[in-house]
């Protein structure tokens, strides 16, 4: 585009400065003075300087005739007689001031394109490529403290050992210890990241430098490299002081990988990374942190011990640490007398501190909104289910027919996960479309789990395909609504043969296919190691899990048909039901107890029948 616009430029400066005026017509002294006799000059310009003679011919062409030096006078008496239109110039031209005129525009504008992509290519601070666009951030400017972050205690305590160290540097290489001089902070998006990096600017008490890593890249070779040079310059210029480069991935992805081979402009500007980084010495007083969702894309050599000596996880907050940041977010915002964070914290299982501080934003709009001056739980309720599922659609008109259907698919959802021991309990349960779903069943957990069990597992199956089998035993014509669950049922089953260990056919194997994506150059060309058998035998696994899951969630409905026909009939009635008008009607339910075999001994996909299935009578409590 660049090379384009000179080209476009300087055609037209040649063009605005030679001019487009008429053709001419070149006359010899004896043409010229056969026109004369003839009377077919219109009119005449003597030029003195040039030796020559301009105008127009009766016949409107143009022309120019020259004589020769010491002619000047003859020719002009003979103009004098035949034309009546005479003008003499008697003005000396420069043919070398006429030549400068003509081309200095032309000389000037590639002298500025020469100055110009020179001083790209030296990352001259002139042109403004070069210099880094790094914000220098004093302590006095971050408004965010350590004490503004809650749920990353570790994550705190990792950084703020960093800011006592450039604090105290003494007391640290007293004891002969060496800050990293690098930290990575790794973690899923909305975890709080880049709070942190905010909170260690608040706290610390040095110049605080930061940067996006898509700042680096130009489509220009070499400016991403003067950048980081000018970066690490001016940091170590102010030293001590902290580096912090928000999405290191746009800079720092794996080198020599992609289809077609890397990019010139971010290898070069990762090499100067890494180089400027190696170069650390123990008194530079400059540790960079860096943050990044996606470190398996991360070059090798970048998370190498000496560069990035410490990685720091910032992960989704516990139910602690939830109740925490709830604290946090609640500051300044009206809550009503009822409201209980730690109920919130309890129902928000897997929300990010992001989503915590949407949550409490969603409900702030929806007092606001309601004309409420207090935030109540129905509104931090209903945001959460918001945050999760997406506002409601009140307005879609669904038939009466259509209507039954999604009541008998959520109550199945409903039915199946109380039956079961291993899922978790019915919080609501709702035929008002939501986000994208014409109806949902939110079920959630009493407290964080880490480690999930096979039989949990399985039970969730169950629950999943609830909805399914609902349909087929009240309409016995099953609809596209089950697409979703039919999905992550699916993922759930391979998950748990292929990468889980949870089949006895298979073994404990992790035979799930590379997940590198074609940019990174893993999958282009790899060959697939599961062989044809395996991988037959891993369908097959996975049908019986399938298919059990089928099995166990039709017996389950059979055999609480009434149930469920009272809790469809209570949403078609009432549209929405919570915890406690949802276990008033499950309450009467009978569980369920798996005497099955698990899949894993070798037996066909599809052989589980109805005699492998044992039923209680016991109630489950609610």
């Known amino acids: 585009m660049l090379a384009l616009a000179i080209v476009v430029i300087v055609v037209l400066l040649r063009s605005a400065f ?22 077919g000059v219109h009119d005449a310009t003597i030029d003195a300087g040039s030796h020559s003679v301009v105008g127009t011919l009766n016949n409107g062409v143009h022309y120019r005739a020259d004589y020769p030096a010491g002619y000047e006078e003859k020719i002009t008496s003979e103009i004098l007689a035949q034309v009546s239109a005479v003008k003499v ?111 260690i600017a608040g706290e610390a008490s040095v110049p605080f430098f930061t940067i996006s890593g898509s700042h680096f890249v130009e489509v220009f070779v070499g400016v991403g490299a003067a950048r980081v040079r000018d970066l690490f310059a001016q940091a170590k210029a102010s030293a001590p002081s902290i580096v912090f480069i928000d999405e290191i991935d746009a800079v720092g992805r794996e080198r020599g990988a992609g289809v077609g081979g890397g990019h010139d402009e971010r290898e070069q500007t990762l090499n100067q990374l890494l180089v400027e980084m190696d170069g650390f010495d123990g ?38 640490g939830r109740r925490a940041i709830l604290a946090v977010h609640a500051r300044g915002k009206p809550l009503a007398d009822g409201v209980d964070l730690d109920v919130v914290a309890r129902r928000t ?27 109540g739980m129905p509104q931090l309720e209903e945001a959460s289910e918001r945050v999760l599922a997406g506002p409601e659609r009140k307005a879609r008109l669904i038939s009466d027919a259509e209507k039954r259907v999604i009541a008998y698919h959520e109550a199945g959802h409903a039915l199946v996960s109380h039956a079961l021991p ?59 609504g089950a697409q979703n669950d039919i999905d992550r049922a699916t993922s759930v089953a391979r998950q748990m043969v292929t990468e889980f260990g949870m089949s006895d056919l298979i073994g404990p194997m992790h035979l799930s296919r590379a997940r590198g994506q074609v940019f990174l150059g893993r999958d282009a060309v790899n060959a697939s190691e599961i062989s044809d058998a395996v991988a037959s035998s891993i369908d097959a696994e996975v049908r019986v899990l399938i298919d059990n899951a089928h099995v166990e969630a039709r017996l389950i409905l059979a055999d609480n048909r009434d149930v469920l026909d009272a809790l469809a009939d209570a949403l078609i009635a009432q549209e929405t039901l919570d915890a406690a008008a949802a276990a008033a009607i499950l309450a009467g339910a009978r569980s369920f107890e798996r005497t099955i075999v698990l899949p894993g001994s070798g037996r066909p996909a599809g052989a589980v029948a109805a005699t492998d299935v044992s039923r209680t009578t016991t109630k489950r409590t609610p």
């Open 18 to 39: 030679s001019g487009s005026g008429p053709s001419v017509l070149p006359l010899d002294l004896s043409a010229f003075e056969r026109q004369l006799g003839a009377h």
């Open 89 to 199: 110039d008697k003005q000396s031209s420069n043919l070398w001031l006429s030549l400068a005129v003509q081309f200095l525009p032309l000389v000037l504008m590639f002298g500025l394109i020469f100055w110009f992509l020179r001083s790209i290519a030296n990352g001259s601070r002139a042109s403004g490529f070069g210099k880094s666009r790094a914000r220098m951030l004093t302590r006095d400017r971050p408004t965010v403290k350590f004490s503004d972050v809650a749920g990353l205690d570790e994550a705190v305590e990792e950084l703020g050992e960093v800011a006592e160290f450039l604090a105290h540097p003494s007391r640290f290489r007293d004891v002969g210890a060496r800050i990293p001089r690098g930290v990575l902070l790794i973690g899923p998006p909305g975890t709080g990241k880049t709070l942190l990096a905010k909170a």
């Open 283 to 320: 008194d530079s007083g400059v540790i960079l942190i860096a943050a990044t969702n996606r470190p398996d894309v991360l070059d090798s050599a970048l998370l190498r011990p000496g560069r990035f000596d410490r990685q720091v996880v910032v992960d989704r907050p516990d139910l602690v």
């Open 349 to 375: 299982p897997g929300f990010t501190g992001a989503d915590l501080a949407n949550l409490l934003n969603e409900a702030a709009l929806l007092a606001g909104r309601r004309g409420f001056t207090t935030i």
């Open 422 to 480: 291993g899922t978790d309990p019915v919080h609501k349960v709702s035929i008002i479309p939501r986000g994208q779903a014409l109806g949902y069943t939110l079920t959630l957990p009493t407290e964080d789990r880490f480690l999930v069990r096979k039989s949990e597992l399985v039970d969730e199956l169950a629950m999943l395909l609830g909805g399914r089998a609902a349909e087929e035993l009240v309409f016995g014509d099953p609809t596209t």
